[in-house]
């Protein structure tokens, strides 16, 4: 390949890509809605794919990129005036925890697992479910979370409380299975935990959907019943 011609195929592209952008918004680059998301991968692969392809001028780059902009400009557009539109290109969040509960319809409809729904509560700086009042799946893939009031933030200052220490929440019981190692972790036994189902009137810890346990704080469980409601 020519390499005059490609540093102006690379010119050209790189300032119609800017353009573009431009004048698409901040939406595409944040990626707000997985159609976004996949618009903004396939319209750097368009300028990608012709770089280096010798049978494609930039004639065809121009016209590829400009056109799969109109598309999207167009689907914005028609979102923005009709509300049945807009829900099907953009979603919906679903409430994954209403009331402090776990909706597990919510979790398989949109194919997570608990595991998965602590991992994005911990990167949300939110360590157990307990806390949550309400946690929604946007559409992007993120969660959005309203702590229960007791636990939203207060500075210790503010009320000249003195330093107290952090625990980290341990989960017992996930999908009703006994994780027999993070009870070793805490320095207690399946007889320990058995009486601590049993004051929260649980016989077997098969019926648990999730029991995390914190220090200075006690257990806490949701059993299959609650979370299927």
């Known amino acids: 390949m020519n390499i ?9 592209g790189f300032i119609l890509l800017f353009v573009l952008v431009k004048l698409l918004g901040k939406k595409l680059i944040n990626q707000i809605t997985p159609f976004t998301f996949i ?7 368009l300028l990608g794919n012709a770089l280096y392809d010798e049978k494609i001028g930039v004639r065809y780059i121009i016209f590829s990129m400009t056109l799969w902009a109109l ?30 509960i776990v909706n597990r319809d919510q979790l398989k409809k949109n194919r997570m697992n608990i595991n998965q729904l602590q991992s994005l509560l911990r990167q949300s700086e939110t360590f157990s479910i307990r806390d949550v009042a309400y946690c929604y799946l946007e559409a992007n ?8 009031s007791s636990k939203q933030k207060l500075q210790q200052e503010d009320i000249n ?7 980290v929440p341990v989960t017992l019981i996930r999908d009703g299975e006994l994780l027999r190692d993070e009870l070793v972790d805490i320095d207690q036994n399946e007889e320990w935990l058995v009486n601590q189902l049993q004051m929260q009137g649980v016989d077997d810890y098969r019926n648990v959907f999730l029991a995390e346990w914190l220090e200075g704080d006690g257990l806490f469980l949701q ?6 409601r």
């Open 4 to 12: 005059m011609y490609l540093a102006w195929e690379l010119i050209a």
């Open 39 to 45: 618009a903004a991968i396939v319209l750097g692969e």
């Open 71 to 100: 598309l999207l400009f167009a689907v914005e557009v028609l979102g923005q005036k009709f509300l049945k539109l807009r829900k099907a290109f953009e979603g919906k969040p679903s409430v994954l925890i209403r009331n402090g």
């Open 141 to 148: 893939g993120s969660i959005s979370l309203l702590k229960k």
């Open 161 to 167: 409380l003195p330093a107290q220490s952090v625990y």
């Open 223 to 228: 059993t299959f019943e609650q979370v299927s």
